[in-house]
């Protein structure tokens, strides 16, 4: 079974910065992408940044592009997300998800991704 478990998350005022962690169990096909995802109040879930963990390669969403960096440790048993310029509209519970590939990069959708850890809340303030 694998496991994810995020950290990190809080609040802060905008222009400010954050950086959320994720632990991961597993490394193996059915982990070899990884994502942040984040769901706001009344809104859908939505991507915000994915990483094929075998060779590091990122894609962003264009609401973060610029402001948010993804990554992993040499390891490769921790993600991070780290947060910067954050803006109020930022605001929602972030996921972290895991799941396998496409074959030759990472789903941008949630439902290419099979495991989901627990959440945490960023909250940005004005």
């Known amino acids: 079974q694998v496991q994810l478990v995020e950290s990190g998350g809080g609040s802060v005022q905008a222009g400010g910065s954050l950086r959320l962690s994720c632990a991961a169990s597993d490394y193996t096909y059915r982990t070899y992408c990884m994502g942040w995802f984040r769901q706001a109040p009344g809104k859908e879930r939505e991507g915000v940044a994915t990483i094929y963990r075998f060779s590091g390669t990122t894609r962003y969403a264009d609401s973060v592009k610029g402001r948010f960096t993804i990554s992993q440790d040499r390891a490769k048993t921790t993600l991070y997300l780290q947060m910067n310029s954050l803006k109020p509209e930022d605001t929602a519970m972030y996921y972290c998800?895991?799941?396998?590939?496409?074959?030759?990069?990472?789903?941008?959708?949630?439902?290419?991704?099979?495991?989901w850890g627990q959440g945490t809340q960023v909250t940005v303030s004005s």
């Open positions: 998800a895991a799941g396998s590939t496409t074959g030759g990069g990472c789903y941008s959708s949630q439902s290419g991704y099979q495991y």
